[in-house]
């Protein structure tokens, strides 16, 4: 497994834009395919955008398609999350998620078996 931390959440208005990263400690993430995945207050927990362990494969759920983009840095162990043109809907706790290489999908939860405590991403309207 590895060791995953968010940062970057925080307050912003419809429209705007926030980036967040996930820093990923141990040497074998290269070898593991990374997720987003949010979850805003009494709902489930949601794909948001996964990257392959390549870096050659992006999905993300329809909701935020067009909007977000998933991106890995292999120098730096990170995973960062660009969202743009963000809508009240986009607020949620959005958590960072690692997969082994091995997953046949990459949207369901039971894919990943590493996560972080997440981060707080809040769009005033």
């Known amino acids: 497994q590895v060791q995953l931390v968010e940062s970057g959440g925080g307050l912003v208005q419809a429209g705007g834009s926030l980036r967040l990263s996930c820093a990923a400690s141990?040497?074998?993430?290269?070898?593991?395919?990374m997720g987003w995945f949010r979850q805003a207050p009494g709902k489930e927990r949601e794909f948001v955008a996964a990257?392959?362990?390549?870096?050659?494969?992006?999905s993300y759920a329809d909701s935020v398609k067009g909007r977000f983009t998933i991106s890995r840095d292999y120098a730096k162990n990170t995973v960062d999350l660009q969202m743009n043109s963000l809508k009240s809907e986009d607020t949620a706790v959005y958590y960072c998620?690692?997969?082994?290489?091995?997953?046949?999908?990459?949207?369901?939860?039971?894919?990943?078996?590493?996560w972080g405590q997440g981060t707080q991403v809040t769009v005033s309207s």
């Open positions: 990257i392959r362990w390549s870096g050659g494969s992006t």
């Open positions: 141990g040497r074998t993430f290269r070898t593991y395919d």
């Open positions: 998620a690692a997969a082994p290489g091995i997953a046949m999908q990459l949207s369901p939860l039971s894919s990943y078996n590493s």
